[in-house]
């Protein structure tokens, strides 16, 4: 992947307007910035969020608050608490989140 067009830019996260995206259970805030080809994330779940799909989608993940847990396709299942991270690259690991009492994170992909 390459960044381009790009210009540097400061974010202030709480003046980017929130759009709620429900799960199949709880709801997911997401305040979104395009960036070009790339698209950059404050993610909020709420307790007991589980994701109504299975993404291929490729991310760069790090958790900011609370405890992610994420299930692949294959069975296994990482937890990650503030501070960890994970990456996947796309059509490579299918994976759904769930959030027992919540979570912020941070997604670039």
């Known amino acids: ?22 799960g199949e259970t709880g709801v997911a805030l997401w305040r979104t910035l395009q960036c070009d080809q790339i698209r950059v994330r404050m993610v909020e779940y709420s307790a007991g969020y589980l994701a109504d799909h299975w993404c291929s989608k490729g991310h760069i993940l790090l958790c900011l608050e609370g405890e992610l847990h994420t299930e692949l396709a294959d069975g296994r299942k990482f937890i990650l608490t503030p501070g960890m991270s994970y990456q996947v690259a796309d059509d490579t690991a299918p994976h759904r989140s769930y959030s027992p009492n919540g979570v912020k994170i941070f997604i670039v992909d």
């Open 1 to 22: 992947m390459k960044m381009q067009n790009i210009p540097f830019e400061a974010t202030d996260w709480s003046k980017v307007a929130a759009t709620e995206h429900k």
